[in-house]
Structures are given as C-alpha cells and as structure tokens.
C-alpha cells in the first residue's frame, strides 16, 4: 500500500474524531443534532470528506475492503449534489450506527499498514 492510500485512511479517521468531538460536551441526541444546523452542517462537512477519501481509495485500490464502500461515496454525492433531499434522520442513522464500524475498519488498515 502507498501513501496516497495512507493518507485517505487518515483523512477518514480524522474525520470520523472530528464528528466525536462535536459531541465532546454534549450528549449524542438526534434532537439536539436537528435543533442545530451548525453541527448539522459540520458533519455532513465531515461526511463530504469521508466520501471523498474513499473515492479515492477506491478509484487506487478497488479491491480493499471497507463495508459499504460504495455507499459512502454513494452518500457523498447526495450530501454535494442532492443538498436539498438530505433527510437529517439518515445523516444521524449514519453517524450512530455506521462511522464506528468504518473507524475499526480503518484503524485495522493503518495498523495493518504499519507493519
């Protein structure tokens, strides 16, 4: 694996933490998630970044496994393309319950990448 590679894993870990941290003094509610649009807007910013950095990955190394590989960038595009059909319960769905499965799955790889 080369360092273009590396570098899209870390622009995904950075992300997902970045989304962690804007709940670092406040709970992770849905209700507190749709009240602000600040914090909605910032994680769809980190989602966009997500997407993008798997592009890449993919578009390099199609063969790697990341669950739902296509469906992030899949999310990407509708978050940049189709702004106005975002539904906030699906942004929230996917923060709950899929960014950790994708941060175990890439800290695996930059692990992995490290031997």
Same mark, same amino acid.
């Given at each position: 694996?080369?360092?273009?590679?590396?570098?899209?894993?870390?622009?995904?870990?950075?992300?997902?933490?970045?989304?962690? +941290?804007?709940?670092?003094?406040?709970?992770?509610?849905? *209700?507190?998630? &749709?009240?602000?649009? =600040?914090?909605? $807007?910032? %994680?769809?910013?980190?989602?966009?970044?997500?997407?993008?950095?798997?592009?890449?990955? +993919?578009?390099?190394?199609?063969?790697?496994?990341?669950? *739902?590989?296509? &469906?992030?960038?899949? =999310?990407?595009? $509708?978050? %940049?393309?189709?702004?106005?059909?975002?539904?906030?319960?699906?942004?929230?769905?996917?923060?709950?319950?899929?960014?950790?499965?994708?941060?175990?799955?890439?800290?695996?790889?930059?692990?992995?990448?490290?031997?």
């Amino acid at each position: 694996m080369n360092e273009r590679l590396l570098k899209s894993l870390y622009d995904i870990k950075t992300s997902i933490e970045e989304i962690d +941290l804007f709940f670092a003094d406040r709970p992770k509610q849905f *209700d507190q998630f &749709r009240k602000d649009v =600040l914090l909605r $807007r910032g %994680i769809e910013r980190e989602l966009e970044i997500i997407g993008e950095a798997m592009n890449r990955i +993919l578009k390099e190394h199609p063969a790697i496994t990341i669950t *739902d590989a296509h &469906r992030i960038v899949a =999310l990407r595009n $509708r978050i %940049i393309h189709g702004y106005d059909s975002i539904v906030d319960d699906n942004i929230w769905a996917v923060v709950i319950n899929h960014l950790p499965t994708l941060s175990m799955e890439v800290n695996a790889l930059i692990a992995r990448m490290g031997e």
